[in-house]
């Protein structure tokens, strides 16, 4: 998914959800008042994204781990992200320059690890355009793993969560294997199958440099017994044509991103106009369906409409990104803290926020704070299934 702190609430085209009158309110911080009377939506589309647990609640998918309360993509994000109760994770991969597939958002990772300070690495430092944006720092394709594994993570937005500091300097960057073997470990610790939505960074980029993302993938998941029908696996990315190819090398779900601006990168390169307004529309899900499995919105873009004509033409809906920090919410569900006052960094009304996209009848949601997102489908869904 894109970058927190890129934009903190940009408008939408289209009708926001929070602009949908409230059903349901919050009575406190820390537990939501919930109607539990049959919810038209959150029946329909289930259960279409099956992890192997015969399951039909949407899912939740600790994006980059439990990214709200430990730096993101580290194991200790991961293992907790389960552990508050995820059905699935979300790691980012991009490549070294040796080709070994890591988890991180993006290829510049001066915002997420120590290398600033590493006087070793200084000379590094350059400045690369990748998909049309200049970006000033240090890129996982100049860095072998084994100088990689030098590294430590840090918070990549520490004004807002200047909790998570607390854990910067304490874990490395995982590999893809890693994040693999986590999940098997996890799997059978928590007794339930962990799903797993592996992001493509920036396909055509790394293609580019002689580094393609794709094949290691493909061969990763073939070495732990992943690529099968039926795997927990969804395989993600903001670009088509290597989703396209994927669909032959792949038995595993596909997912088709769609962000709130902007164009794919690959069609953009290739003088194609489409942008993902337009793969937003019933003539762009009939496209998508012939290749994916489901897409993921930005949550800017989801609305009953956009759920109702992805629906239509048997696809899934993720939502993405939810979390709890003022920031990151629309503005009716901002909160002031405990002086009165306005705070990025307070939690707003999150527990509202998830509710109007389950109520919207969506199969997932991408949380840096999965907690917040298992609470409120739990009390909405729960009393459906029992």
Not at 62 to 84: C, F, K, M
Not at 207 to 228: C, F, K, Q, S, Y
Not at 232 to 250: D, H, I, K, Y
Request: aromatic share 6%; proline share 7%.
């Amino acid at each position: 998914m894109q970058d927190p702190d890129a934009r903190h609430n940009p408008g939408s085209p289209r009708v926001h959800p929070g602009d949908v009158t409230r059903t349901a309110s919050v009575a406190s911080p820390d537990v939501p008042r919930l109607q539990t009377d049959p919810i038209i939506a959150l029946s329909g589309g289930l259960p279409v994204i099956d992890l192997g647990s015969g399951a039909t609640k949407p899912l939740v998918i600790a994006h980059r781990g439990a990214s709200g309360y430990r730096p993101e993509h580290t194991s200790a994000a991961y293992e907790l992200g389960v552990r508050l109760g995820a059905d699935a994770l979300e790691p980012d991969l991009v490549s070294t320059a040796d080709g070994v597939l890591v988890a991180r958002h993006e290829p510049e990772i001066g915002r997420t690890t120590d290398i600033a300070s590493r006087p070793e690495f200084a000379d590094r430092r350059t400045t690369k355009t990748v998909d049309g944006i200049t970006h000033e720092g240090w890129f996982v394709d100049d860095l072998t793993l084994a100088e990689l594994r030098t590294l430590r993570a840090v918070e990549r937005i520490p004004d807002v969560r200047r909790r998570n500091t607390l854990h910067d300097g304490r874990y490395g960057v995982a590999t893809f294997d890693e994040v693999l073997e986590l999940r098997a470990r996890l799997s059978a610790e928590v007794g339930r199958p962990i799903g797993l939505f592996p992001e493509i960074k920036h396909s055509s980029w790394f293609a580019e440099r002689g580094l393609p993302i794709e094949p290691a993938l493909v061969d990763a998941l073939d070495r732990h017994g992943l690529n099968r029908p039926g795997s927990p696996v969804w395989v993600q990315s903001f670009e088509t044509a290597n989703l396209v190819a994927l669909r032959g090398a792949l038995r595993t779900g596909l997912v088709q991103l769609l962000d709130d601006h902007g164009a794919p990168a690959d069609l953009a390169a290739a003088g194609d106009p489409r942008t993902f307004a337009d793969l937003a529309t019933p003539a762009g899900f009939a496209g998508i369906a012939r290749y994916a499995d489901a897409v993921g919105a930005a949550k800017q873009l989801v609305d009953p409409l956009l759920v109702s004509e992805a629906h239509d033409f048997g696809l899934s809906v993720l939502v993405f990104t939810l979390r709890n920090e003022n920031r990151f919410l629309p503005a009716d569900l901002r909160r002031p803290g405990h002086d009165g006052a306005w705070h990025d960094d307070d939690y707003g009304d999150a527990f509202a926020e998830c509710e109007r996209y389950l109520r919207l009848g969506v199969e997932g949601m991408f949380s840096d704070h999965p907690d917040t997102a298992v609470t409120v489908r739990d009390a909405l869904v729960a009393p459906l299934i029992s």
